[in-house]
């Protein structure tokens, strides 16, 4: 089996992310990158990419330079066996060397890995969990997904409503929260007293402003400590991506004022090694890989084992279509200990209706697909409804 076509494609919803002082769901991101790569065997394999589609779209599509290091992704995959993920991990890596190692160029090699997976999968009839050598669940319990709102009013009808939906877990995060300390433990204590203390609730700093009038969010490593213990006194899970990614010395100070509270991070890093350093030296005990930005399912692994030897939490990150839910339900699967699945319930419906099978809530849970590689196939009516590149 040979690869013989590779597409990095553009959708386009039509709508601009929320204003975050709004109250009311988040219609999410705007431009979607997918990935979809055919075989002479029949075989297609897709995969989303959380990144900024139309740089994705250039990595994917460069003209070649005449030399490695500064080549496109197309030109390590053509002609290649699609069975031999390993080493095309490491000739994707070697190609974009000089411009791609991390950012855009290692967010597109970790969807092309997705899709290479799917297209082994769909080879040999088998779910991606079973290729990684273990399916320990056959579900997942699902956490709503969603931004702060502005009032404890309206995020105490936020909380009714995805109670109401059957969410016994719902995480927080962006939007209103990070710049007043008073509003953002009145924010969390509304949602505490709307959801009570059997569900589940945590919280998403962000760490840097989502407004265009200021892309800043400064807090003092003191005022999250502060922070930290009041979620405690709220009995918040966890606590996730709030200093700058690379602050691996902030993450440690603050998760040695923690005792009940989990430090969750990494959506934003690439490579097995920069994880390692979260769990190791940066005291965060619950990982958050997005299979579609650290390296793939192949690199994703790497990590689940590493939260497996180190007995802390996997959660990957998964905010975006049904193909990357699919992805992140298999390594659920794989883990010894899983926890969650982040649900995307953003309005925007092209992220929960690209594929024929939605992948969809019952009771609180999420099936693990059973079907061949993702176990889900994209409707591409939709694809080219939305398509702008």
């Not at 090694?273 to 190791?280: G, I, N, R």
Request: aromatic share 8%.
């Amino acid at each position: 089996m040979k690869i013989t076509s590779v597409e990095a494609i553009v959708l386009d919803t039509g709508k601009n992310y929320t204003d975050p002082a709004q109250a009311a769901e988040a219609h999410g991101v705007r431009f979607v990158s997918l990935i979809k790569i055919d075989t002479d065997a029949g075989i297609t394999g897709w995969a989303d990419v959380e990144t900024q589609p139309h740089v994705g779209k250039a990595i994917m599509d460069a003209p070649s330079g005449g030399q490695i290091g500064f080549e496109s992704l197309r030109a390590a995959l053509i002609g290649e066996d699609p069975m031999q993920r390993e080493r095309l991990w490491q000739k994707m890596q070697r190609y974009v060397a000089y411009y791609g190692r991390h950012g855009a160029g290692m967010q597109m090699i970790s969807g092309v890995d997705i899709a290479l997976w799917d297209i082994a999968g769909q080879a040999t009839g088998q779910p991606i969990s079973t290729l990684l050598g273990a399916r320990y669940r056959d579900k997942v319990k699902a956490y709503a997904s969603t931004t702060f709102r502005p009032t404890p009013d309206a995020m105490r009808a936020a909380v009714a409503d995805y109670l109401a939906l059957g969410f016994r877990a719902i995480k927080f995060g962006w939007g209103a929260f990070g710049r007043d300390l008073a509003l953002d433990i009145a924010l969390v204590k509304a949602a505490r007293a709307e959801a009570g203390p059997d569900v589940d609730l945590m919280v998403d700093g962000g760490w840097y402003g989502i407004t265009y009038a200021d892309p800043f969010r400064p807090r003092s490593l003191r005022e999250w400590i502060k922070l930290v213990h009041a979620l405690e006194d709220l009995d918040i899970f966890w606590l996730e991506d709030f200093l700058h990614p690379d602050n691996f010395d902030g993450y440690a100070t603050v998760a040695a004022q923690t005792t009940s509270l989990r430090i969750a991070a990494g959506e934003q890093l690439a490579g097995y090694e920069a994880f390692e350093h979260l769990a190791v030296h940066a005291g965060v005990d619950t990982l958050q890989p997005d299979l579609s930005r650290c390296g793939g399912i192949t690199v994703g692994r790497q990590i689940a084992d590493l939260c497996t030897r180190r007995q802390i939490n996997c959660v990957p990150h998964a905010w975006l279509t049904d193909l990357l839910k699919a992805a992140s339900l298999h390594l659920n699967a794989y883990l010894m200990d899983s926890l969650y699945l982040e649900y995307n319930v953003s309005s925007a419906s092209l992220l929960n209706q690209l594929c024929h099978e939605p992948i969809r809530m019952i009771d609180g849970y999420v099936p693990v697909p059973s079907g061949p590689g993702l176990g889900v196939t994209v409707n591409e009516e939709v694809v080219a409804r939305y398509r702008v590149a």
